[in-house]
């Protein structure tokens, strides 16, 4: 989040550094070891990419593919090693963020949601679509300052530009040095350089606050640059803070109060805030509760049980996930843990357990696109709640028209989640006979692109024409007018809520087995039998670099392809021919003044869902 003009004020307080040039047969243990922000390194690496795309003509088209996101931050991480004498011990990603911090994420939320509708109004008639690249990304671009023109930071950053660049990251040799972590990532980088003295890597000036000890220390990503010396080659220089050191310096026991003054007032002056830092008490409710936030780690259930047996799948599980899962999969800890017992129950009424979902850039003046695999996700709450009858129901943060709201999904009992997995095993199993000649992402892609159809024939809205959805099922360019982006969204809603179902999953097969639970219901040892051959189809799901939309993909089945595509898509459900815009209006509007036999006619060319599986899926949105 940040403290403002923090690192302004001590930026004097800094010493330069030169990280020397590792040699090739140099014992990796004697190299100064580094610790890494995950989420400053993804939203770093996401505007260095921004920055090379100058010759775009709008934000939108100026976005970096997934793929690139994640070489991007692999090039910057080799590159650390490659020109300084660096070890990488740690790179925490957020997994459980603190209800403190609920106002400042509905306030983001909100401040993107302004961005989007802005942009929306700019760009009524559609958007041109031109220029890619400047070209591919350099050592030199990332440890380079570069200008990013105002234009193409009118949107907010790729919705899943995290996780994205987690998964790359577990693609790779960094596999082993990277977690998604039970709490903020900056409180578990301070928790190890206070326990090692070791450096930490960052653009967040929270962790010159934070609890480092008296040898940790902090550099910045934006001091951090590679120099050519004549006798030495290529070098990483930077400036290194010390905050126990600075707060000395000062005369301050820590920075705490300093920052706590900071934020409370940003117009007061510098050497103010270090004389309130001093001669106020320290033990006010607001300021113990500010520090509160830099000297402790949450405590978590989950993680003390992983603790307690090291060896077991549920460790790796947890590391893996994706941050927005990993901390929905924290908040239903006591769900999950729960041996179930008396599953007759009802689940509760309340909402208290919610999942903030990536803020999507969709059409602000249309639903949300998240409706789009809405089902899917309910499906995967209703197995995290199976153990336990009583879970209040999940809700969901995201768009509702103009503001940011929660909506409460239904959750879905043993013999409902059971059909549901049975139907979408047999679906996903037949996949490739269905989209033949496709490659594995492809087939993916068009199976979003059915559930996205299906969402809006439950709703009762006009199916996307054939040319838009040859258009999207192409991904060769961005979307030029709005219907495309909005479609676009829904996509990407749709494929990432499959996502959320496989790490779903993963958490409660895990959690299903001893010692954490021994279950001997015979119902639910059959529907865990089902989830396993669901998890099965999913394991295939590709990367999000390949999963999401990608401009630099190459088609497998080409441009008749695409249409023998749609047409599959319109088969599968149920529809032998695509209705018209002015059809469903027209179809809208008569049931509204006629009932019974008269509306036969318009009707017989839906399909009849009650017996259709994706019908089923949709039928909680």
């Not at 902090?218 to 930077?238: E, M, Q, W, Y």
Request: aromatic content about 6%; overall charge neutral.
């Amino acid at each position: 989040m940040g403290i403002p003009h923090l690192i302004t004020h001590l930026r004097p307080y800094a010493s330069p550094v030169t990280f020397t040039v590792a040699q090739p047969d140099e014992d990796q243990a004697s190299r100064e070891a580094v610790i890494i922000d995950g989420p400053a390194l993804a939203y770093h690496v996401y505007h260095k990419c921004l920055a090379q795309r100058t010759r775009a003509s709008n934000a939108l088209e100026a976005a970096p593919s997934y793929a690139e996101l994640g070489d991007a931050a692999l090039l910057w991480l080799e590159a650390l090693q490659l020109h300084g004498q660096l070890r990488i011990i740690a790179i925490y990603f957020d997994g459980f963020l603190p209800d403190s911090k609920k106002s400042t994420r509905l306030t983001r939320l909100q401040s993107y949601l302004n961005q989007l509708s802005i942009f929306r109004s700019a760009n009524n008639n559609g958007l041109p679509t031109s220029v890619r690249s400047n070209g591919n990304l350099s050592v030199s671009d990332l440890f380079t300052a570069q200008h990013v023109p105002a234009k193409l930071t009118a949107l907010p950053a790729s919705p899943f530009l995290v996780p994205a660049v987690v998964e790359a990251l577990l693609n790779s040799k960094f596999r082993e040095v990277t977690s998604v972590v039970p709490g903020e990532a900056d409180a578990h980088c301070a928790d190890l350089a206070r326990k090692k003295g070791e450096t930490i890597l960052t653009s967040d000036s929270d962790l010159l606050v934070h609890d480092i000890g008296p040898s940790g220390s902090v550099v910045l990503f934006r001091d951090l640059d590679i120099v050519h010396v004549a006798s030495k080659g290529d070098l990483l220089k930077g400036l290194k803070y010390h905050p126990a050191g600075i707060a000395k310096e000062l005369n301050l026991e820590s920075l705490v109060g300093l920052a706590f003054y900071m934020k409370q007032d940003h117009t007061r002056g510098f050497r103010d805030c270090v004389r309130l830092a001093k001669v106020e008490p320290i033990h006010t409710e607001d300021r113990r509760a500010f520090a509160t936030e830099y000297t402790s780690l949450p405590y978590c259930k989950l993680t003390a049980l992983v603790q307690q047996h090291p060896g077991h799948s549920l460790g790796n599980v947890l590391r893996f996930l994706d941050p927005r899962v990993s901390e929905y999969i924290h908040r239903r800890e006591v769900d999950l843990l729960t041996n179930g017992a008396g599953r007759s129950g009802t689940h509760g009424l309340q909402s208290d357990v919610v999942l903030y979902l990536p803020f999507l850039i969709d059409d602000p003046t249309r639903g949300s696109a998240w409706r789009s695999g809405a089902s899917i996700r309910a499906l995967g709450y209703s197995i995290l709640s199976l153990t336990n009858p009583t879970a209040s129901l999940p809700g969901e943060v995201e768009r509702r028209g103009l503001r940011i709201a929660s909506t409460t999904r239904s959750l879905l009992n043993i013999e409902e989640v059971s059909c549901l997995c049975k139907s979408l095993t047999d679906t996903l199993t037949n996949r490739h006979f269905t989209y033949s000649g496709l490659s594995e992402p492809e087939v993916w892609h068009a199976f979003g692109a059915q559930l996205v159809c299906s969402s809006l024939l439950e709703e009762e809205k006009p199916l996307p024409s054939t040319s838009d959805l040859r258009w999207l099922l192409s991904q060769q360019h961005v979307g030029s007018t709005w219907a495309r982006i909005h479609l676009s969204a829904q996509l990407q809603a749709a494929l990432y809520s499959l996502r959320m179902l496989k790490q779903f999953i993963e958490v409660f097969l895990a959690v299903s087995t001893e010692p954490y639970n021994d279950h001997q219901d015979k119902e639910l040892l059959a529907t865990i039998s089902s989830l396993r051959s669901t998890h099965e189809q999913l394991r295939s799901l590709p990367a999000l670099g390949q999963l999401l939309p990608n401009r630099n993909a190459t088609l497998a089945a080409g441009e008749k392809g695409l249409t023998s595509t749609v047409s599959c898509i319109l088969d599968e459900l149920g529809m032998r021919k695509e209705p018209s815009f002015d059809e469903a209006a027209q179809r809208k509007k008569k049931r509204k003044r006629i009932s019974g036999a008269n509306t036969a006619a318009k009707a017989q060319d839906l399909p009849k869902h009650s017996t259709n599986m994706y019908s089923l899926l949709s039928s909680d949105s």
